[in-house]
Structures are given as structure tokens and as C-alpha cells.
């Protein structure tokens, strides 16, 4: 059976109808938009036809029909019309980024929040590190006699810090030096290569100073693992209540608690388009089946990308949501290649 301009017309119809309303779409709301005159019988044998072929669906209670998966798929692909955003909605999107975030983390942090606002449903942020992070810089501070705070300066711009206690007296000079140790021996490695090198600096280092040394090794050792894995940033879960499609209270609740516990599973894009759509059983995870995700990257530098992605029904308005993740990933893009995130507090000292 062929798909024929008309029944594309007839299907682009239908879905435009259903994401506004919710609502099966019925032949006679069919007819009053089809350019020129088609009778009735026409328009619901091309409906039979688009049902037949997996595109539409007809739910028991109604007359009305609604896309399938396959049909959202076509209509993606082929259908939907590419929205550039208004002018002054993409500029309140940059200026709402601008002078808020002063480091990596604070970024995802808020990007899930930022976007969910933005678009009307649930957000997720991530950080996808396609180079192994590593420590760039140490400092040991002075905090009190027994104790010194650890900052380390990690490869991916984020900066890290952590009080430790010490059982000697904590010697300023001490500390200075082992500083200098640190960041001579200890930057641009992975914990297992810092472990190594620790190793092979035991003949050169005095006894308590070397416990010391191995402290510090170990709080980075486990930053770094920490910082392999993705942390994820939820915005707006709630947001998924005031669709129909979850009036049904298990199906919302099952769905918002992947989300929250499950949601290092959460989509990730897959080759170099910057802006993918995942529709219903396209998605890996079984509670995204009946779901759809927008996902949208954008480049940090040193080795590293953030992800953005927008979970909602398969009823999504997609070319509304692509358009304004494609400004966001695009304006956050902007801002990390001209260094125009403030400078932290570190690097102002």
C-alpha cells in the first residue's frame, strides 16, 4: 500500500490535531483542513488505510484516530516543521544563562531546572566526559592545627574541596611543600597511576608526611572516580501531572520514579546530530516505552560534553521543544568556547 501525498497530509493532520487537544481526531476535523473538497468516504478510507499500515490508531471508545509511534516517527522525520525560534525568546533564553553559573557543576545543576521551565516538561542534565578527568591542580590550606582543606582543580574546569583531619600538628611550611609534591608528581593521572606514583615516592618522603601525601592522594583518587561516572540533575518532574496521559496516578508515579531513581538510564545521544528525538518504544528502557525524549548536546570543552534531554508523552509538541533545546545547547556552546562563564573564586585569588 502507498503512502501517498494525501495520506501524508491526512496524517501530518492528525497529529498537529491530537498534540493541541489530546483528543482522537475525527474525519469531519479532517475534511475542514484538507486543502479543496474531499468527501467523507475518501477521508475515511484514507484513515483505514493509515491504521492498516501501523501509522494511526483508533482507540476502542472513540471514532476518532490517533498517531502511532510509527506515525509520530513519519511525521518527525518528514512533517514537522523546523521552528526557529523568535528573536526575543532566544535572547531571553542567553540572558538568562549569562552571569548565573560559575562553574561546570552549577551548569548542570540548573540546566535541567532552566529547560524545564522553558519547554513545559521534565528536564534532565548531564555531563558526558569523552576524555578520562583528571587533577590539574592541588592546594592544601591551612585550616587550624589538626586539620586543612583539599581543593583540586580537576581537568574538566570543575573545582573540588574538602576538609581533612589530620592526628599531628598541621605545619603551614608542611603543607606548602607537599602542595609543590602534589602538583609536581600527581597532576594529569588516573587514580590508579596516582597510586603507583605514591608508591614510588615512599624512599622519599618522611614517614608522617608520606600518611599525609597518601591522604590527599585518596580524597583526589575518589574524586576522579566519582567524576567518571554521570551525575544527573532533574528539573521539573512534576510537570508530567497535568497531562492527560498520566491522569492515571500508577502510571505517573511508575514514570516519575525511574526518573528520580533510575535516572543514570535516562537517553544519552548517539552520533553527532545535536538535536535527537526518541519516540515511545524507541526507547531502551521499559518505562520510557510509552514515552518520548528530546535530547539536545552542547560542547564544554576539555574533553567534554553536557547533554540536555526533555521527557514527556509521545504527544509532544516536538518541534517546539527541538527548537528551544537547539537555541539552549547552542547558546551554553557559545559561552564555554568564549570563556564567558565568570571566572570561580579560585581562579580570582
Known amino acids: ?9 491526512i496524517l501530518k493532520i492528525v497529529v498537529d490535531g491530537y498534540v493541541a487537544t489530546a483528543e482522537p481526531v475525527s474525519s469531519k476535523a479532517i475534511a475542514e483542513k484538507m486543502p479543496g ?45 523546523r521552528r526557529a525560534l523568535p528573536e ?5 533564553i542567553r540572558r538568562s544563562l549569562t552571569g548565573k553559573m560559575s562553574q561546570v557543576d552549577q551548569v548542570m545543576a540548573q540546566a535541567g531546572q532552566m529547560v524545564s521551565s ?10 558526558d566526559h569523552t576524555q578520562a578527568v583528571t587533577v590539574q591542580r592541588f592546594d592544601l590550606i591551612a585550616v587550624d592545627d589538626d586539620s586543612f582543606i583539599a581543593v583540586a582543580m580537576l581537568s574538566d574546569s570543575r573545582v573540588k574541596s574538602q576538609l581533612l583531619r589530620w592526628q599531628l600538628p598541621v605545619e603551614r611550611e608542611a ?27 615512599s624512599d ?75 519516540i515511545g518504544p524507541e526507547n531502551v528502557d521499559a518505562a520510557l516505552k510509552e514515552s518520548s525524549v528530546v535530547i539536545a548536546s552542547y560542547d564544554i570543552g576539555d574533553g567534554m560534553r ?34 564567558q562563564l565568570p571566572p570561580t573564586k579560585e581562579e580570582q585569588s
Not at 468527501?39 to 490508531?57: C, H
Not at 611543600?177 to 608508591?199: C, D, K, Q, V, Y
Open 306 to 339: 553536557g547533554l540536555v534531554g526533555v521527557v514527556g508523552p509521545t504527544r509532544m509538541d516536538y518541534a517546539s521543544v527541538a527548537a528551544r533545546l537547539t537555541c539552549f545547547a547552542e547558546s551554553l556552546s557559545h559561552m564555554f568556547e568564549k570563556r
Open 118 to 127: 522553558m519547554v513545559g516538561y521534565p528536564a534532565y542534565a548531564m555531563a
Open 204 to 278: 622519599q618522603v618522611s614517614g608522617k608526611w608520606f600518611l599525609l601525601l597518601n591522604q590527599v592522594c585518596e580524597y583526589a583518587g575518589q574524586l576522579l572516580k566519582d567524576a567518571a561516572g554521570q551525575e544527573v540533575y532533574l528539573g521539573g518532574t512534576t510537570q508530567l501531572l497535568k497531562f492527560p496521559e498520566y491522569r492515571d496516578a500508577d502510571k505517573a508515579r511508575d514514570l516519575m520514579t525511574f526518573m528520580v531513581d533510575n535516572k543514570q538510564n535516562l537517553p544519552v545521544p548517539s552520533g553527532n546530530a545535536p538535536v535527537q528525538i526518541l
Open 1 to 9: 500500500m502507498e503512502l501517498t501525498d494525501r495520506k501524508k497530509q
Open 37 to 81: 473538497r474531499i468527501s467523507s468516504a475518501t477521508i475515511r478510507n484514507e484513515l483505514a488505510d493509515l491504521v492498516e499500515m501501523g501509522y494511526l490508531e483508533q482507540p476502542h471508545t472513540s471514532a476518532g484516530r490517533v498517531p502511532s509511534a510509527k506515525g509520530y516517527r513519519l511525521y518527525v522525520n518528514e512533517l514537522m516543521e
Open 175 to 201: 603543607l606548602t611543600e607537599i602542595s609543590h609534591l602534589l602538583n609536581t608528581h600527581f597532576t594529569g593521572l588516573g587514580p590508579e597511576e596516582m597510586n603507583a606514583r605514591l608508591m614510588s615516592l
Open 88 to 92: 526575543a525568546e532566544a535572547e531571553s
